[in-house]
Nanobody, 121 residues
Framework: QVQLVESGGGLVQPGGSLRLSCAASGSIFSIGAMYWYRQVPGKQRELVAAITSGGSTNYANSVKGRFTISRDNAKNTVYLQMNSLKPEDTAVYYC???????????????WGQGTQVTVSS
C-alpha cells in the first residue's frame, strides 16, 4: 500500500554531516506527522525528530541544535540534516509516517527499512 524508502546513510567522521531522505510512495491520500527514529543493538528505538504536516518540529534533547528535520509535501519526502555528528549518533535510522491511504480511507502508520549511520574516525 505505502512504502517508505530511506537513503543517505553512511560512514562519516566525527564533526561531519549527513543528510537522510525518506520518500513515501503508494496509495497515499495525505501524510500527517513524519518522524525519524534511531536504534542501536540492544537498546530501544528512540525518537530523534518529528515534524507535523504544518511544519512544526520537535527534537530529542541529544540532537537539538545539531539536527534539522524538514519535509517537502509535494514530494512526500522528509529529510534529516545531521551536523556536528558524534560517535554516539551511530545507529540505524528509521523513517516513520502517519499516512491516510486512499482506499479504504483510513489512517495507518508506516516504517521504512532503515539506513545505517556510522560516525567514526
Amino acid at each position: 500500500q505505502v512504502q517508505l524508502v530511506e537513503s543517505g546513510g553512511g560512514l562519516v567522521q566525527p564533526g561531519g554531516s549527513l543528510r537522510l531522505s525518506c520518500a513515501a510512495s503508494g496509495s497515499i491520500f495525505s501524510i500527517g506527522a513524519m518522524y525519524w527514529y534511531r536504534q542501536v543493538p540492544g537498546k530501544q528505538r528512540e525518537l530523534v525528530a518529528a515534524i507535523t504536516s504544518g511544519g512544526s518540529t520537535n527534537y530529542a534533547n541529544s540532537v537539538k541544535g545539531r539536527f534539522t528535520i524538514s519535509r517537502d509535501n509535494a514530494k512526500n519526502t522528509v529529510y534529516l540534516q545531521m551536523n556536528s555528528l558524534k560517535p554516539e549518533d551511530t545507529a540505524v535510522y528509521y523513517c516513520n509516517a502517519d499516512v491516510v491511504i486512499t482506499m479504504p480511507r483510513m489512517l495507518n502508520n508506516y516504517w521504512g527499512q532503515g539506513t545505517q549511520v556510522t560516525v567514526s574516525s
